[in-house]
């Protein structure tokens, strides 16, 4: 059985690295932040933090 490297893993387990999803953290923070109730808040810190 083939040994999977790190970026296969990533690809099988969600098929965005976390660079790419922490980018993606970033833009929906920048164009939304104002317009979120404090439980989006709350969930983007905590998503933020645990990944990126």
């Known amino acids: 059985?083939?040994?999977?490297?790190?970026k296969e893993l990533e690809n099988i387990f969600g098929g965005i690295s976390k660079e790419e999803y922490c980018?993606?953290?970033d833009r929906m923070v920048k164009d939304?932040?104002?317009n979120w109730?404090?439980?989006q808040k709350k969930a983007?810190?905590?998503?933020?933090?645990?990944?990126?």
């Open 44 to 52: 983007f810190t905590d998503a933020w933090s645990a990944h990126c």
């Open 23 to 25: 980018e993606t953290l």
């Open 37 to 39: 109730d404090a439980h």
């Open 1 to 6: 059985m083939k040994k999977l490297e790190l």
């Open 32 to 34: 939304s932040w104002d």
